[in-house]
């Protein structure tokens, strides 16, 4: 089945920024969202975006440090994060409608994920 993947991983400092992206062909008309899973713990909703981009969620904890935002010509969606924080170190994924993989928990059709360490 076709999944979302999200790409553009890596380690930063905290107080640093990175960009993750995520691949949403077959997903136009769709909602997107991001997720993330902390070692060890089990995976939260980071926020989620409008099919035409033009609406945007974010958990509490992201407000004023990332922004989600999608490119629907290159089928693509964006997450920029910035002033992370070691708390902010997980595994990222990204989803189509996430609003309903919200009331999922036992949700099972992740893609790929993105590996974020933030060091302090």
């Known amino acids: 089945q076709v999944q979302a993947v999200a790409l553009g991983g890596g380690t930063v400092q905290a107080g640093g920024s990175l960009q993750l992206s995520c691949i949403t062909s077959?997903?136009?008309?769709?909602?997107m969202g991001w997720f993330r899973q902390p070692p060890g713990k089990e995976r939260e909703y980071v926020g989620a975006i409008s099919p035409r981009g033009d609406s945007t969620d974010y958990a509490e904890f992201v407000k004023g440090r990332f922004t989600i935002s999608r490119d629907l010509a290159n089928d693509k969606m964006y997450l920029q994060m910035s002033k992370l924080e070691p708390e902010d170190t997980a595994v990222y994924y990204c989803?189509?409608?996430?609003?309903?993989?919200?009331?999922?928990?036992?949700?099972?059709?992740w893609g790929p994920g993105a590996q974020v360490t933030v060091s302090s």
């Open positions: 077959g997903f136009a008309t769709s909602p």
């Open positions: 989803v189509s409608k996430p609003a309903i993989v919200k009331l999922q928990p036992d949700f099972d059709s």
